[in-house]
């Protein structure tokens, strides 16, 4: 086959783009998101549609007209980045059209874990660890934001203040005591 026909790697085609690394959506499952985080990915992708892309495009244009584009490093770099953008802009368009928007705040004041919880819990040793659980593309473990498929979130849900649950864990099965729950106030 022609080498003009075939891709430069594999990674092209992966819709992932920066959100590569994220996990897949659970089959038949739905993509829960709060309403801030449906909102910052939106924006996201308004932004890279309507001013990133279109900067990118107008550079790889200009390096264009340049001459010889084998060589040419502007056009090289700007091609790439244009695919990495479209790349983002595919993920990110399909992760929000079947996101299903969860407001945490309806549940204010209940003490069982629902998405959008914030959850206080002890473990075995009685070491406290405080985790908010959240959508998949919007959790964020540097901010003890867990994704609502992980294995902490899924042991906790629909439990209680004061129960205590199991979880799953690769060094075996630990008990975990839910201290406090606590959700958004209603705007």
């Excluded at 309806?106 to 009685?126: I, K, L, M, N, P």
Aim: charged content about 30%; aromatic content about 6%.
């Amino acid at each position: 086959m022609s080498k003009a026909f075939t891709k430069e790697s594999d990674s092209d085609d992966d819709d992932g783009g920066e959100g590569a690394g994220l996990p897949p959506l659970p089959a038949g499952g739905k993509n829960y998101m709060t309403p801030s985080g449906y909102a910052r990915l939106r924006a996201e992708l308004l932004d890279l549609m309507d001013n990133e892309r279109p900067k990118v495009v107008e550079a790889v244009h200009w390096a264009a007209k340049n001459g010889d584009r084998s060589e040419n490093g502007d056009y090289l770099y700007g091609k790439k980045r244009l695919r990495e953008i479209d790349r983002r802009i595919r993920f990110l368009t399909k992760r929000l059209e079947v996101a299903e928007v969860t407001d945490p705040s309806v549940h204010h004041g209940s003490d069982q874990v629902f998405f959008g919880a914030t959850v206080r819990y002890a473990d075995e040793e009685g070491e406290e660890r405080e985790v908010t659980i959240l959508g998949i593309d919007e959790a964020n473990s540097a901010q003890a934001q867990v994704s609502w498929i992980s294995p902490i979130a899924r042991a906790l849900l629909k439990s209680r203040e004061g129960d205590v649950v199991k979880l799953a864990t690769p060094g075996g099965m630990h008990e975990v005591e839910v201290l406090q729950v606590r959700y958004p106030a209603p705007a």
